[in-house]
C-alpha cells in the first residue's frame, strides 16, 4: 500500500496556525537575511574582482 505523500507546510501556515513560535519565524528571517546579504557581497566581489583583473590585463597589453 503506497504511504501518502508528505505535504510540507508553508512557514506562513505553520505560523498562523501556531504551530510554531514568533521567534523561529523571526530567527528564521534574520538568518536567511544574513545569507543573503553574504551572497550578494561575494557575487558582487567576484564581480568586481573579475573586472579589476580584465583592466589590469587590458593595462599590461599596453
Given at each position: 500500500m503506497p504511504q501518502?505523500?508528505?505535504r510540507r507546510q508553508s512557514l506562513r501556515e505553520a505560523y498562523f496556525t501556531q504551530q510554531i513560535r514568533e521567534s523561529v519565524v523571526?530567527?528564521?528571517f534574520g538568518v536567511t537575511t544574513?545569507?543573503?546579504f553574504f551572497l550578494l557581497a561575494?557575487?558582487?566581489g567576484v564581480f568586481m574582482g573579475s573586472?579589476?583583473?580584465l583592466a589590469?590585463?587590458?593595462a599590461s597589453r599596453r
Open positions: 501518502p505523500a508528505l523571526r530567527l528564521v544574513i545569507i543573503i561575494v557575487v558582487v573586472l579589476r583583473s589590469l590585463r587590458r
